[in-house]
């Protein structure tokens, strides 16, 4: 079992920067392929980027290419995803999630487990 706590959402203005983290109890969580997606409401779950396990594979959805960079400290136990030039339309409840020894996809089903989520709200 992997208990996920996602932090660092918040309210900014349109153009504004967070950096969300997602840190993990499990001290294996090395071996862990993370994903981060995000719920709006109203709206279903939607992928937001993905890790491989190593950090050498990324993936972004296209909306937040060049906007948003998904990162992890292994060390640490924490995956980051630093979010620039957020945009009203970036709000949304944020969730990261994590899939053992698999490869990071977009499919929210592939993912064993789910942190909470963290509140982001961008102001226009």
């Known amino acids: 079992q992997v208990h996920l706590v996602e932090s660092g959402g918040g309210l900014v203005q349109a153009g504004g920067s967070l950096r969300l983290s997602c840190a993990a109890s499990?001290?294996?969580?090395?071996?862990?392929?993370v994903g981060w997606f995000r719920q709006a409401p109203g709206k279903e779950r939607e992928f937001v980027a993905a890790?491989?396990?190593?950090?050498?594979?990324?993936y972004h959805r296209d909306s937040v290419k060049g906007r948003f960079a998904i990162s992890r400290d292994n060390a640490k136990n924490t995956v980051y995803l630093q979010m620039n030039s957020l945009k009203p339309e970036d709000t949304a409840v944020y969730y990261c999630?994590?899939?053992?020894?698999?490869?990071?996809?977009?499919?929210?089903?592939?993912?064993?487990?789910w942190g909470q989520g963290t509140q982001v709200t961008v102001s226009s």
């Open positions: 890790i491989s396990w190593s950090g050498g594979s990324t």
């Open positions: 499990e001290r294996t969580f090395s071996s862990y392929a």
């Open positions: 999630a994590s899939r053992f020894r698999g490869y990071p996809t977009a499919t929210p089903a592939e993912y064993d487990y």
